[in-house]
């Protein structure tokens, strides 16, 4: 018992795992060389291959097409908009930040093939892989906490 409260208070008081501390920028891994460049804007489509600056609303302002597959949390950030796919494959949508992104065609959501983090110090938080025909796709994000957000949508 006594052995098992100061587990508890040694846990208590550990210092947290500090975030790493960044100087200097990580490469974006392969494929995603667009990441480095200055952002362009946009009003709501995105273009393959380029790195772009959003600004979100708040998500109770928002009006999807579908309603997110993850319900945002009040309070967070969203929007809608569009990227036409030229060439089918598979391409990856990285964001800056932590967001639920829904890609939506045809009225329904598409399934992932494949998802992973960002380095630490690549600005890259969230990379979603999705296998895509030729088209035109709704791009709906959601559940970010802030109304900044940068994102690229690159063929792998």
């Known amino acids: 018992m006594i052995a098992s409260l100061f587990a508890v208070l040694l846990l208590q008081t550990a210092p947290a795992a500090a975030a790493p501390v960044c100087t200097a920028t990580v490469a974006p891994p392969a494929g995603l060389e667009a990441w480095s460049s200055a952002p362009g804007m946009t009003a709501d489509a995105i273009p393959p291959g380029k790195n772009i600056a959003l600004t979100l609303r708040p998500v109770d ?28 494959g598979t391409y990856r949508v990285v964001l800056q930040n932590g967001a639920w992104i829904d890609l939506v065609r045809d009225g329904k959501s598409l399934t ?24 035109t796709y709704s791009v709906q994000l959601s559940g970010a906490k802030t109304p900044q957000m940068r994102i690229l949508i690159a063929a792998k």
């Open 112 to 135: 992932s093939a494949g998802h992973m983090e960002g380095a630490p110090c690549s600005g890259i938080r969230k990379i979603v892989d999705f296998d895509l025909q030729t088209g």
């Open 61 to 88: 302002g928002v009006t999807f097409p579908l309603t997110p597959a993850r319900p945002p949390a009040p309070g967070t950030f969203g929007g809608v908009y569009h990227v036409t796919v030229a060439t089918a």
